[in-house]
């Protein structure tokens, strides 16, 4: 992409009516628009990195039996009734609306019960389970306050699964594939190291949740992390027997700020009870289906990385989800010469934004580390001299001049 | 993808609340759920469809110049109020709600007003211009009936691009690229022959706007054709001004039930001025930014394409937008043949759904036609003799064997 195709520009002032590092940095940088508070919008950037989120996590749900739907936004009042999560007083966060003949409608902050509803087309035997579908849905939670950024949003991207199962057994097969999955995806997003399988609140179907939290001085979260143990416990459940339980000491433990980047659900049958979702089993008993929901915060992972990975210059996008993989810089009379290395690297597979604005090349250098993309390639009349580009990693500060033969 | 792996059953019966043909099909063959009149979820099969949809659209727009952005479904209620599109009496298909704190927001039904907005931090001089951004986003529209299935839904996937331009000649530019592109969308979409470029209503900017509307008896407009020239004329400006001004004759014209799968609009300087979109030209004078508009209905496309090319036994997806290239089926005891087969056309980069339930072989021929992936292959004991497979388009009746050597 050529930045002179390319609509948005960076901002040198700090956007004074937002409070969060991450967006601060999201939006002078051109990756999101800001709408209102907990309210963004995803510019080319912004898209793309999201995307790059998205394409990690489905590869992952795919390999553990995932299939991708897409629900609508708009809810059924009577299928959330049913569970008695309709009443404001039960869940705090609805946005609620209603059709012209006043019938009242709710906008998604989640999808277990229109998706348990829908499954009653699809699951009537034992020999329709297991069953696993997620998608990628704009989830939009009335939020009293939002002053995270993109790290707690009123309309963010979350990918949700949730998986049917015949019994327990079956569903804690799936659980424990699913933590192992979470776990690459971390990996690959840069934040494996920093990211803690967390023991949280169960509610009201189990005595346990699972979150991953992520360490991060902005998140808005507290747990107690034992380190080498690789195991986290949210402060909401920290007491002796859950210790006990998970064979941890006290004095072990380093207390941290945390994001929840995932979280991990059991519901039992109760909510298929509810709704209607039962199935016959090998002795041709009816029973319910056990449910179970699995949640990445996709949005709310490109803020935690924003805030982790920048530095005093902008932003530092790990390679995985870098928007582009190369920042292309031309400065003086060498259009022909940078033209055609942009299309010898496009050709190679790698992807580039190419600053081929008439600016100056301190402002270039600018855009290129509050952009954050992992490589910075110059082209001058200097470095074509000796036949070469300057490259330069967006971690490190030094740079070195590579033969132009031997770059791609 | 196994069947055995697809939670997604079809159904025999139609479902008796849906009136529509396309959402009957795209029912019974699993693509979609219906939660209510006019709201859809995409199940794999028909988030696949969509996909391919987007994808054509997709490089179209970026061959145009587009930067694909994705907006918020929340609306602030002031920017729309300065072009007075927030009160129900000009803008009857809203959707409402308010934040904790009793702020109203609105659910985007179109988004010429935050995008405009969000553009004055992109856009203040000549240089900044000609800018294109689009996105595919779920609108929201309430509508008071809603009896077309996917046609028109209150919840739907629209492509939305957005241009900005410094001048009339600039915008013209562009608004005819865009038409070109439009023709080019729709041909690979199957429906080519069948899209009319029409002139229709203009509203308060400009004469006339223009619409690509599909031959569709489900549709819900009606157009005058001429066929030879390859134009209509939307009923709601059919007068003899409009026929002299398009070189047109009355008794050339032929009565059309048609779908409006695209529409494109000019809103001048207008909007540009009620919300501040400014910018300087060459001569350092100010001049509001011209605006057009340019509609495709993604998932409306695959509510026509479902009614205009299905048969009796169902669905007849046209190549490049079918959820699968391949149905294979599996019959009697060749386990091992067919998961090689169903390897090798994967290995060849074709998509395949492969039929490997325990099910009768005419279940599995009913659902291959339901379902109506462009190919049907019929591995058996039978055809293995032959060393072959049976092959037959959804197309046609006939099939032929080829031999499993040749079949790739």
Same mark, same amino acid.
């Given at each position: 992409?050529?930045?002179?195709?390319?609509?948005?520009?960076?901002?040198?002032?700090?956007?004074?009516?937002?409070?969060?590092?991450?967006?601060?940095?999201?939006?002078?940088?051109?990756?999101?628009?800001?709408?209102?508070?907990?309210?963004?919008?995803?510019?080319?950037?912004?898209?793309?990195?999201?995307?790059?989120?998205?394409?990690?996590?489905?590869?992952?749900?795919?390999?553990?039996?995932?299939?991708?739907?897409?629900?609508?936004?708009?809810?059924?009042?009577?299928?959330?009734?049913?569970?008695?999560?309709?009443?404001?007083?039960?869940?705090?966060?609805?946005?609620?609306?209603?059709?012209?003949?006043?019938?009242?409608?709710?906008?998604?902050?989640?999808?277990?019960?229109?998706?348990?509803?829908?499954?009653?087309?699809?699951?009537?035997?034992?020999?329709?389970?297991?069953?696993?579908?997620?998608?990628?849905?704009?989830?939009?939670?009335?939020?009293?306050?939002?002053?995270?950024?993109?790290?707690?949003?009123?309309?963010?991207?979350?990918?949700?699964?949730?998986?049917?199962?015949?019994?327990?057994?079956?569903?804690?097969?799936?659980?424990?594939?699913?933590?192992?999955?979470?776990?690459?995806?971390?990996?690959?997003?840069?934040?494996?190291?920093?990211?803690?399988?967390?023991?949280?609140?169960?509610?009201?179907?189990?005595?346990?949740?699972?979150?991953?939290?992520?360490?991060?001085?902005?998140?808005?979260?507290?747990?107690?992390?034992?380190?080498?143990?690789?195991?986290?416990?949210?402060?909401?459940?920290?007491?002796?027997?859950?210790?006990?339980?998970?064979?941890?000491?006290?004095?072990?433990?380093?207390?941290?700020?945390?994001?929840?980047?995932?979280?991990?659900?059991?519901?039992?049958?109760?909510?298929?009870?509810?709704?209607?979702?039962?199935?016959?089993?090998?002795?041709?008993?009816?029973?319910?289906?056990?449910?179970?929901?699995?949640?990445?915060?996709?949005?709310?992972?490109?803020?935690?990385?924003?805030?982790?990975?920048?530095?005093? $210059? +902008?932003? !530092?996008?790990?390679?995985?989800?870098?928007?582009?993989?190369?920042? &292309? #810089?031309? =400065?003086?009379? @060498?259009?022909?010469?940078?033209?055609?290395?942009?299309?010898?690297?496009?050709?190679?597979?790698?992807?580039?934004?190419?600053?081929?604005?008439?600016?100056?090349?301190?402002?270039?250098?600018?855009?290129?580390?509050?952009?954050?993309?992992?490589?910075?390639?110059?082209?001058?009349?200097?470095?074509?001299? $000796? +036949?070469? !580009?300057?490259?330069?990693?967006?971690?490190?500060?030094?740079?070195? &001049? #590579?033969? =132009?033969?031997? @770059?791609?």
């Amino acid at each position: 992409m050529r930045r002179t195709k390319l609509f948005t520009n960076t901002q040198k002032q700090t956007p004074t009516d937002e409070v969060a590092r991450n967006a601060q940095l999201l939006i002078r940088a051109g990756y999101i628009h800001k709408e209102m508070a907990g309210i963004y919008d995803l510019l080319p950037l912004g898209l793309r990195v999201v995307e790059k989120i998205k394409e990690v996590v489905r590869i992952e749900m795919n390999a553990i039996g995932g299939n991708e739907i897409l629900m609508a936004s708009l809810q059924r009042k009577d299928l959330w009734e049913k569970t008695d999560r309709w009443n404001d007083k039960n869940v705090d966060i609805w946005f609620k609306t209603h059709l012209q003949n006043g019938r009242e409608l709710g906008l998604g902050w989640s999808h277990e019960e229109p998706i348990t509803d829908m499954m009653r087309n699809h699951i009537s035997s034992y020999k329709d389970l297991p069953a696993y579908c997620y998608q990628f849905q704009n989830k939009m939670r009335n939020e009293l306050r939002s002053k995270s950024g993109i790290m707690r949003g009123r309309e963010f991207m979350m990918k949700d699964l949730y998986s049917y199962s015949s019994n327990d057994e079956e569903h804690q097969i799936f659980y424990d594939s699913c933590i192992k999955a979470y776990h690459r995806i971390f990996k690959q997003l840069g934040i494996g190291d920093q990211t803690y399988f967390t023991v949280a609140s169960g509610g009201a179907f189990t005595k346990f949740s699972h979150e991953f939290q992520t360490i991060c001085d902005a998140g808005e979260d507290i747990v107690y992390l034992d380190k080498k143990k690789r195991i986290a416990i949210n402060q909401e459940v920290l007491n002796d027997e859950v210790l006990k339980d998970h064979n941890l000491k006290r004095e072990d433990l380093e207390k941290a700020k945390t994001a929840e980047v995932g979280n991990i659900f059991s519901f039992g049958g109760t909510k298929s009870e509810q709704l209607g979702l039962f199935f016959t089993d090998k002795n041709g008993k009816k029973q319910p289906v056990i449910l179970g929901s699995y949640g990445i915060g996709i949005t709310r992972i490109m803020g935690v990385i924003a805030e982790k990975l920048s530095d005093k $210059k +902008g932003l !530092v996008w790990p390679e995985s989800i870098a928007p582009y993989d190369i920042y &292309l #810089i031309a =400065i003086g009379d @060498v259009d022909k010469e940078a033209n055609e290395l942009y299309e010898k690297f496009q050709k190679a597979g790698r992807s580039v934004l190419f600053d081929d604005r008439e600016a100056r090349p301190g402002d270039k250098f600018a855009d290129a580390d509050l952009i954050g993309v992992p490589l910075r390639v110059i082209i001058s009349s200097k470095t074509l001299q $000796k +036949g070469s !580009v300057e490259i330069k990693k967006r971690t490190e500060d030094k740079s070195e &001049l #590579i033969k =132009i033969s031997e @770059v791609i």
